[in-house]
């Protein structure tokens, strides 16, 4: 065995040198033909997968942002919004939205052709670059940044083309081309820089690049021209966030916190009005660093254990388990390619998994369904490198196996070789599109224009229903140019719409209009609800709640794509949400009303903690104790410590005739929380005795 490992270790320096010989070229005419196979492959299933117009999540706000070279969400993403801007003016057809999302497949077909030169480089084997890059263009979640306005594709590209700089930079100094490596090396500084005005989680590859620049060239610490210059080329790139206060002073139509002044510029860029859980990473690696020194136990159980499972997980659904098991092969080859090369890759690894995990907690395992499904893009750069380290593994074992054979293929069969590999890869693609295929998902967008539709002239909507509701309407706002009479507030200053600080306050600012809300499940005091599909109005209490019209319209309105099987989490969500609220407008037909309920309930499985305790809510405010139970208690399956959710199920018992459950539920909340809640039972005893009759007797039997 260890004859046949040497043999191998020797065949490897033979096939893929370290120091090439000087007059070789890293790539021919055959490389880029083959980088544009892997492109053009993958850039037709993304186009033909597409979503057709506006899609759930942050594609409104991208999409709006891009339109009208605006400042996005914290903090900001620049690069995405400029170059997202002039691909919408090169591709003259299509929608906006459409032409947006067009550029996420584009980027993420440029970053399957990067992996194959990448591959190249590390492995030297074309046939394997093809796999390699056609493999990773299958993975579930790389597909679904490919569809929609999102910025990960975007990121994924500028990862891997870091690391082919990094790695070029080393083989170019390998080969004593010092000059050609200095370029290199300058032009990985302003990339770096440049990634960072995309997305701030390329901070995470800053330690990887210094460990290896380090490794290959430890004396570079003492050329301080050289380091004056890496610094220049870095901040150049960087500086593009400066775009931000230039466009926030011309008061575009996206304009978050509008970054004008050097305190609004900078907290906008550190993420510092999200909170200290998104702080910017330089940031949180000090609060995690000494979290990790004061609780070793639960950092390892958190960041290591729990991210492990998580992303075991995440790779057996999108690579398999086989992707993992090469990749350790993978580092196997690099050990004997390149020392250096290895412990770059191992510093990638764990800055991507249990650094990350540490800094933003995407592999904590006790997270509601809903945040697992927005944390997943944080995966794709483990699980790019994981794919990158699987090319190497199969280079590795393909040498054992010409050991074995003594002997290679003819270069004709090679070249058949690859282009079997590659249909094989695209055959894996043709089996995954149907599961990715949004090109007849109109959803968010469809439900959007009704819900603006619906309204009257000039009307007030207070947007409660979260970015899946308020983001598309955003676009058909401002891009589309569609109902830009209604006036929106949302509930988070300093953003997108007008700020919603009480009911009463939006009331006084617009005198005579009428007022809605997506979201009918507050109560207050005078006012009650016409139930009208997507939105309702806000009327007082002896007013005619009379919604036949607005039923009449909602239910003829057709929501293109409702019913297809390849619905991910937040589409689920807006078909429960459309079940939920025809439910709603059904409030005089209790038959009708329970039907639809129980679709809505049934839609989204993954939803439940939310459709659950607003099916209750709905249920309580008819006094329907008995009828809230259920739903209620599926809600607090996935959101056990909620207050509201443990407070509406106590006095679903209470009052269903069931006090002894009402008891136990009480005694395992957590002290704060009961002690709010018996306060709360308290005050309604007391006030109103007469409606809750059976609550007086619960705290008179409580307090003895």
């Known amino acids: 065995m260890k004859a046949a490992f040497q043999s191998s270790v020797a065949h490897t320096a033979q096939t893929a040198p370290t120091v090439p010989h000087p007059e070789d070229r890293f790539f021919n005419i055959k490389d880029v033909f083959l980088a544009s196979l892997v492109f053009f492959i993958s850039y037709a299933f993304y186009l033909f997968s597409l979503y057709p117009t506006v899609a759930t999540e942050d594609a409104g706000e991208f999409t709006t942002a891009a339109y009208g070279l605006g400042v996005a969400h914290p903090p900001g993403y620049p690069l995405f919004v400029i170059l997202a801007k002039i691909f919408t003016v090169l591709v003259p057809f299509g929608n906006i939205a459409w032409r947006v999302n067009l550029f996420s497949a584009f980027f993420a077909a440029a970053t399957v052709a ?93 330690p990887p690049l210094a460990i290896f620049v380090l490794i290959v060239k430890p004396k570079i610490i003492l050329d301080y021209r050289l380091l004056g210059k890496i610094a220049g080329y870095f901040l150049l790139g960087l500086s593009l966030y400066l775009f931000l206060p230039l466009s926030a002073s011309y008061k575009p139509d996206v304009n978050w916190g509008n970054p004008v002044t050097w305190n609004s510029f900078w907290q906008h860029v550190t993420r510092a009005v999200y909170g200290m859980e998104n702080i910017s990473p330089t940031q949180q690696s000090a609060v995690a660093a000494t979290t990790a020194a004061n609780h070793f136990a639960d950092f390892f159980r958190l960041h290591v254990y729990e991210f492990g499972r998580r992303f075991l997980q995440v790779l057996d659904a999108n690579y398999t388990w086989v992707a993992g098991l090469l990749g350790i092969f993978g580092f196997v080859f690099l050990w004997i390619r390149s020392r250096k090369i290895f412990w770059f890759f191992v510093a990638l690894v764990i800055f991507n998994s249990f650094i990350l995990s540490a800094l933003v907690g995407v592999g904590n395992i006790n997270k509601l369904p809903m945040r697992f499904f927005t944390d997943r893009p944080f995966f794709i750069p483990l699980l790019l490198t994981t794919v990158i380290l699987a090319g190497c593994g199969v280079r590795y074992l393909a040498s054992l ?27 894996l693609l043709v089996y995954r599109f149907p599961s990715q295929n949004q090109s007849g998902n109109y959803i968010a967008y469809d439900l959007a224009k009704t819900a603006l539709s619906i309204l009257p002239e000039n009307a007030v909507l207070h947007s409660e229903n979260g970015d899946n509701t308020v983001l598309p309407e955003l676009y058909l706002q401002k891009v589309e140019k569609f109902r830009t009479d209604i006036k929106i507030y949302i509930n988070m200053p300093f953003s997108i719409y007008n700020y919603f600080e009480s009911l009463g306050k939006m009331e006084s600012d617009n005198p005579g209009k009428r007022l809605f809300t997506d979201f009918p499940f507050v109560y207050y005091p005078g006012l009650k609800y016409r139930f009208m599909g997507p939105v309702s109005e806000l009327i007082l209490e002896e007013e005619d709640d009379n919604n036949a019209d607005a039923l009449k319209q909602f239910e003829a309105t057709k929501i293109r794509g409702i019913g297809a099987s390849n619905l991910d989490h937040f589409n689920l969500y807006l078909r429960a949400r459309y079940l939920l609220d025809l439910g709603m407008a059904y409030s005089k037909n209790p038959d009708k009303q329970k039907e639809y309920f129980e679709e809505a309930f049934a839609a989204a499985p993954e939803s439940q903690n939310i459709t659950g305790q607003l099916i209750g809510n709905v249920y309580l405010r008819q006094d329907k104790f008995s009828e809230a139970i259920p739903y209620l208690e599926a809600a607090r399956k996935l959101m056990p410590d909620e207050y509201p959710i443990g407070f509406q199920l106590t006095l679903s018992y209470i009052m269903s005739g069931s006090p002894d459950k009402a008891e136990q539920l009480i005694q395992g909340l957590k002290q704060e929380n009961r002690e709010m809640l018996l306060k709360e039972l308290n005050t309604i005893s007391t006030k109103m005795p007469d409606q809750y009759p059976a609550v007086k007797s619960f705290m008179a039997a409580t307090s003895k």
Do not use: C
């Open 114 to 206: 990067a992996i194959y030169f990448l591959i190249r480089l590390l492995a030297k084997d074309p046939a394997i670059g093809v796999i390699t890059a056609l493999f990773f263009a299958s993975g579930e979640i790389f597909w679904s940044q490919a569809v929609r306005a999102e910025v990960y594709s975007l990121h994924s590209f500028l990862m891997v083309l870091v690391v082919f700089l990094a790695v070029l930079w080393f083989l170019q100094l390998s080969l004593d081309r010092e000059l050609k490596a200095r370029k290199t090396l300058l032009w990985l500084a302003f990339i770096y820089g440049l990634s960072l005005a995309n997305h701030q989680l390329m901070f995470l590859m800053g």
């Open 401 to 427: 196996a010409y050991e074995r054979g003594k002997r290679t293929a003819p270069a004709a069969r090679r070249q058949k070789g690859i282009y079997l590999l590659a249909g094989i890869m695209t055959i």
